[in-house]
């Protein structure tokens, strides 16, 4: 394995995001990206580096994740993250996470030191405290702002069915962000992948998505790596990321098998997501069935390159 089959991609939600926002979703996937190519150009792992390019995502408030996060109905926010490696086949998972400043860091110690996949709600808190993660708000002004104002709104918002409010989403771009997502193959062949959201703005509490979810929004196992991003609902019942894998496994390329994938949850739901993926040679894959998705990715020796649409 040489440095040309190392390579890295990352997105920051697929959606309709604000007019003019273009410039800093896609400088912020940049960044994101370049923390993660420096480690493994460095040597370092695939879970090094996409913990990493994760971390600066949700350290910057304009993604839906970490700091920035949305808030549920009751007005806090609640965080689900999970890592996933290629060897062994490793998962750390939180769910329903409380006050902290970045889950996938804590879903990252649970895989590493403790025998279970997924923590969730109180015993996530209590597990990252534990673990030496301190207090941390992670709710923003803005996203604030914007909670009050649909929470002053919420028959109007919610409707009478779970339609309207999906219609809502759609037509109101400042509604929600999206979730941040990373994979990426290491110079030893290993893959890896994370991702971590904040969920959907009004969700009901204790409601999990598709993000902690191994083999739904999150996937790494010998061939490919995968972070979903969208409407996790629909992530979920297709399982899409381990999808992914299968059609890899049955002889697929990763872009056909990630189009086959996106194909399917269109014609069964008409899924508003979007995927990542990357295989063990170091070619990264980007698709998304909504208006944009920012993205940035590298490969080999080449530059990073971000894009806010395929």
């Not at 996470?97 to 030191?113: D, F, G, S």
Request: aromatic share 4%.
């Amino acid at each position: 394995m040489t440095a040309r089959n190392i390579g890295l991609i990352a997105h920051g939600g697929a959606g309709k995001w604000r007019p003019g926002s273009d410039d800093d979703a896609v400088n912020g996937m940049r960044a994101a990206v370049e923390k993660g190519r420096e480690i493994l150009l460095a040597g370092g792992t695939a879970v090094d580096a996409v913990c990493a390019t994760v971390v600066t995502l949700e350290d910057n408030p304009i993604f839906n994740a970490g700091t920035g996060a949305v808030l549920n109905i009751d007005g806090f926010c609640e965080l689900d993250a999970s890592v996933m490696a290629s060897e062994g086949a490793r998962i750390g998972a939180v769910a329903a996470l409380q006050r902290v400043k970045n889950p996938i860091l804590v879903a990252r110690k649970v895989m590493e030191e403790t025998d279970h996949v997924m923590l969730a709600g109180e015993g996530a808190q209590r597990f990252a405290r534990v673990m030496g993660f301190g207090d941390h708000d992670p709710v923003t002004p803005a996203r604030h702002a914007d909670w009050k104002d649909k929470r002053g709104r919420v028959d109007e918002v919610l409707g009478a069915s779970a339609l309207k409010m999906r219609k809502f989403v759609k037509d109101h771009p400042e509604y929600a962000g999206g979730t941040v997502g990373a994979a990426a193959v290491d110079a030893q062949g290993h893959l890896a992948a994370a991702t971590s959201t904040g969920g959907v703005t009004l969700k009901l509490v204790g409601r999990v998505g598709d993000s902690p979810l191994a083999g739904a929004g999150n996937y790494a196992c010998e061939r490919m790596a995968a972070s979903a991003t969208g409407t996790g609902e629909f992530v979920m019942r297709l399982l899409a990321a381990r999808a992914v894998a299968e059609g890899v496994e049955h002889g697929a390329t990763l872009e056909a098998a990630l189009e086959a994938v996106l194909g399917r949850l269109g014609s069964q739901f008409d899924a508003d997501v979007g995927i990542i993926a990357i295989d063990r040679e170091g070619r990264p894959v980007a698709r998304h069935r909504t208006p944009a998705m920012p993205h940035a990715y590298f490969s080999g020796n080449m530059p990073v390159a971000s894009k806010m649409r395929v």
